[in-house]
T-cell receptor, first 112, second 113 residues
Framework: GENVEQHPSTLSVQEGDSAVIKCTYS??????FPWYKQELGKRPQLIIDIRSNVGEKKDQRIAVTLNKTAKHFSLHITETQPEDSAVYFCAASLRAGNMLTFGGGTRLMVKP | DAGVIQSPRHEVTEMGQEVTLRCKPI?????LFWYRQTMMRGLELLIYFNNNVPIDDSGMPEDRFSAKMPNASFSTLKIQPSEPRDSAVYFC???????????FGNGTRLTVT
């Protein structure tokens, strides 16, 4: 089955700096890669996703890049703010919305 | 839309007791998932259903765990007997087969003493 590795496990940045979280996946057939944000004590919520036919996608301060050849994808957050502090999970799936395999999570701390 | 509804929010029980977690998916969603979250193992998929039928239960840790989905609007995850190592946050999530987003409930924090 699919295996998703996520790095780093923790990341601390100063407010205004950029943050990058990286994930690798094992199943070359995976074609859907969402990112979820989980604030303390709350449920994971989708923040951005990318399909395998796209190399990059942006939404305001966040962007995701995908390298299918290398089987890795990354989340980029620019101009970080304290409210970006949370645990971020990457995931991979063969079909959109179904049977997601999650990475281990990255705890992002943005220091004011 | 009320979202995915889980109950209870918190459950504290003693080792050996039976625990039942409940989930109501978003109306119209045809996929339902049960995940377990711990610090050590992250988010683990336990089992998922499509149109009320269990599709993959390979993530269920052992026979003490069972899940049912008697209809499209209700699912249960049962642990019998419970053990301290079962302590975790259990999330239910639902999605559409044609959709992109997995919608999580607020989770049930289970503590087994």
């Amino acid at each position: 089955g699919e295996n998703v590795e996520q790095h780093p496990s923790t990341l601390s940045v100063q407010e205004g700096d950029s943050a990058v979280i990286k994930c690798t996946y094992s199943d070359s057939a995976s074609n859907y890669f969402p990112w979820y944000k989980q604030e303390l004590g709350k449920r994971p919520q989708l923040i951005i996703d990318i399909r395998s036919n796209v190399g990059e996608k942006k939404d305001q301060r966040i962007a995701v890049t995908l390298n299918k050849t290398a089987k890795h994808f990354s989340l980029h957050i620019t101009e970080t703010q304290p409210e970006d502090s949370a645990v971020y999970f990457c995931a991979a799936s063969l079909r959109a919305g179904n049977m997601l395999t999650f990475g281990g999570g990255t705890r992002l701390m943005v220091k004011p | 839309d009320a979202g995915v509804i889980q109950s209870p929010r918190h459950e504290v029980t003693e080792m050996g007791q039976e625990v039942t977690l409940r989930c109501k998916p978003i109306s119209g969603h045809d996929y339902l998932f049960w995940y377990r979250q711990t610090m050590m193992r992250g988010l683990e998929l336990l089992i998922y259903f499509n149109n009320n039928v269990p599709i993959d239960d390979s993530g269920m840790p052992e026979d003490r765990f069972s899940a049912k989905m008697p209809n499209a609007s209700f699912s249960t995850l049962k642990i019998q007997p419970s053990e301290p190592r079962d302590s975790a946050v259990y999330f239910c999530a639902s999605s559409l087969s044609t959709g992109l987003t997995l919608h999580f409930g607020n989770g049930t924090r289970l503590t087994v003493t």
